[in-house]
């Protein structure tokens, strides 16, 4: 049962909760005291400061910020610039820049997203770890390349976006010929030097000199402002090479189905113009593609044609006939008797092939014939025969200028025994390069005046007496050695197969062993042929050699003459010279016909 509150108790009740509540703090009167002021001028004083050092920013100092801004950005980098192209006699072009982007990376900044990292090596096939632990090793670097080289769509879209991988403009060089002139205009590396051939030969004067220049990058490697440059960009220098690239193409094709016919082990071939001694084609067998270099073997990369020697053989004879006649031992109608087909010097027999018994200095060409060869040189003093051949080059460079061109091997006189005396009229005991030999037919061509050759185009005129040549064989000599040797081309001759129907032709056949250790090696040869196209007005001089042919025949006239008649009469066809053998042409389209 509830109990009852009387009206009186009820009111003093209220008043009583009423004077508690009262009596609490948070209901006490509030107070602003000191602190409290001194906070607000603090907060106050600092947002003065603050208004205060934003203004003095922003109107007295904001030159010298935006300055120090830029400052952090700006880089001085290079402006690339082209190497100078190499290019065939006419313009067509053997070598050549092309643009191409390198990747590159900013260590710190790669680093700290490892994430962007991966999926740029994912993209550039690169080992993520390895990429990693080089990286930081070279983390105090602000530039590493990851990948060079690269087309420029794809280097793109490796780095697009992302902080730390930039691209830097490069120039790859392209070799739009491959293996056909590879040989000749060599190769650059990766920094774009030259390393082989014409590119080292003339590494200064093609060689680019790249500019540079200040400029402003973002945070993203992009020039977003051009400040000054700093050195101007120059493109190396073009080469005109005398290289004939329509020759060189047929040269090339003629050769490797040589090589590849007669199961030979290499050859080389150079072909002349031999009024300005410029090399029209010069090709070589194994070959390679400049622009797949990864598996090259080191032997592919030897231009044989300027490196490599061989003993002549039966190629010299002409000019052991020549230095005779020269010399009043012999004149063009004198004869030898070469009977009985052998003859004993020093212990040795020098032999023919059989008894030709009394021949004609023609015929001794004709034949080849190793007895009379050296009877003509035996009647030399060999001072007389040594200065003579080292008038027509042997010995010597060519004057290409080419790196790794030999000299061949031409011994001094004073070393001579009456052996070597003896087989040095037809060849052997000497060595020589294919184009050393292409350079002594010229003398032949060129009326006995000896050139140096070139390998790039001469800008003087073609005739003869506008270039600078030494005069070592008499005129009528070289016209009395020409007749000789366009019988050996002629139907009875060694060298037969390398008749061109319309035009004259003069050359000569070799057919020499290779050299060994104490000896010769009893069956593995040199085929050889040099030869002068047309007789009448010498303009093409071409010398063949094919190495060790061990299929269809080794001799020279078999293997290497029919490689002359297939250029060359490309070439009198391309070079629009003029047929000097009327008959001969009738009579070969009547056969044909």
Known sequence: MKRSISPRKATRRKTMKRESSIDRPEYQPQFLGARHYFVLLVMFSLLAGLVTRALYLQVVEQDFLTSQGGQRQIRTIETPAYRGSILDRFGTPLAISTPVDSVWVNPTEILANLTALKQVTDKLELDFRATVTLLKQRANREFVYLKRQLEPDFASAVAGGIDGVYLQREYNRYYPAGEVVSHLVGF????????????????????????????????????????AQVSRAESGKDIYSSIDMRLQYIAYRSLARAIQYHAARAGSAV????????????????SYNPNRRHNMDAAQQR??????????GSTIKPFTVAAAIDRGRFHAG??????????????????????????????????????????????????????????YGFGEASGVSFPGETSGYFPHHSQWQPLDHATMGFGYGMSVSITQL??????????????????????????????????????????????????????????????????????????????????????????????????????????????????????????????????VSNALRILDIPPDDLPTLVQSREQGA
């Open 271 to 286: 072909l002349l113009d031999a009024r300005s001694g410029e090399i029209l084609a010069m090709v070589n067998q194994p």
């Open 438 to 567: 292409a350079r002594a037919y010229a003398v032949i061509a060129n009326e006995g005046r000896l050139l140096d050759l070139s390998l790039v185009r001469k800008e003087v005129e073609t005739s003869p007496h506008n270039q600078i040549a030494r005069h070592v064989m008499k005129a009528s000599t070289a016209h009395a050695l020409i007749k000789m040797m366009a019988e050996v081309v002629g139907p009875k001759g060694t060298a037969h197969l390398a008749a061109i129907p319309g035009y004259q032709v003069a050359g000569k056949t070799g057919t020499a062993r290779k050299s060994i250790a104490g000896g010769y090696q009893k069956d593995d040869y040199v085929a050889v042929f040099a030869g002068i196209a047309p007789v009448s007005n010498p303009r093409l001089v071409m010398a063949i050699m094919i190495d060790e042919p061990t299929q269809n025949g080794y001799y020279g006239g078999l293997v290497a003459a029919p490689v002359f008649s297939d250029v």
């Open 334 to 391: 004198s004869t030898i008797d070469t009977s009985p087909g052998h003859w004993m010097v020093s212990g040795h027999a020098v032999k023919d092939v059989r008894n030709f018994g009394v021949l004609s200095l023609s015929d001794i060409l004709r034949r080849s014939s190793n007895v009379g060869a050296s009877r003509i040189a035996m009647s030399m003093h060999k001072e007389e025969m040594w200065e003579s051949f080292k008038g």
């Open 188 to 227: 650059t590396d990766i920094d774009d030097r030259g390393q082989e051939g014409l590119e080292l030969a003339y590494q200064d004067w093609l060689s680019a000199q790249p500019g540079k220049r200040r400029v402003i990058r973002n945070r993203h490697g992009e020039v977003i402002e051009e400040l």
């Open 303 to 312: 231009n044989r044609a300027l490196t490599d020697v061989f003993e002549p």
